[in-house]
């Protein structure tokens, strides 16, 4: 198992591997051979259960315990004649963190929801934000950008995010093992 610092980068066996340390599943005995063909098939479960931990981990763990990449230069971007940027971001984001057009005075770091107050402010042009405090909405596979210079090209200079990585490794801060640890012993996976 690699752990690099305070991160692991685990590829799927290790994780499994290591969820089955955490379940106190391992090490096995290996003094005798049992073989039964009822049981059911642990590593596949397990698996089902990590991957939905990982998801959950990605959408709500704090960034610095994951994956951050600047992404700027895979993101699609159009803007309008408001001078609204839409910017849809590569596949493998999970969400935004930290995006800047190049003109603003500072980057956004919260992302309105499309229900929010503040969102709902950005769809007039005498309410919306502008250069000096910019706002974003992230409407899940796409981001609204808002505060872009009028009438100039739209560059974004940075498009920081949480990724899912594309090796199918799972990278995070040894901070999210104690919640692993609740989410396995909660799963109920043996019925004894």
């Known amino acids: 198992m690699e752990n690099t610092s305070q991160f692991y980068d685990l590829t799927p066996l290790q994780m499994v591997a290591l969820a089955r340390e955490l379940l106190l599943l391992q090490p096995a005995m290996s003094d005798c051979t049992i ?37 700027a230069a895979q993101v699609t971007l159009t803007i309008d004649a408001d001078d609204v940027v839409t910017a849809v971001p590569p596949p493998h984001c999970v969400r935004p963190v930290e995006w800047r057009l190049e003109g603003w005075e500072r980057g956004v770091t919260t992302f309105l929801s499309p ?16 250069v000096a405090s910019p706002a974003a909405i992230d409407m899940g596979d796409r981001l609204l950008l808002f505060g872009a210079p009028h009438g100039q090209e739209s560059t974004l200079v940075t498009a920081r995010c949480v990724v899912r990585p594309i090796d199918g490794n799972y990278r995070f ?14 799963a109920k996976l043996f019925n004894f």
Not at 43 to 58: G, P
Not at 118 to 130: E, H, K, M, S, V
């Open 35 to 71: 073989t039964r063909t009822d049981g059911i098939d642990l590593d596949a479960l397990l698996t089902k259960h990590l991957d939905s931990w990982y998801a959950r981990l990605l959408l709500t763990a704090p960034a610095e315990w994951l994956p951050v990449e600047d992404v």
């Open 115 to 130: 229900d929010d107050h503040a969102a709902r402010l950005q769809l007039n042009p005498w309410t919306r934000a502008g």
């Open 173 to 186: 801060h040894r901070a999210a093992l104690e919640d692993l640890t609740s989410v396995l012993s909660a």
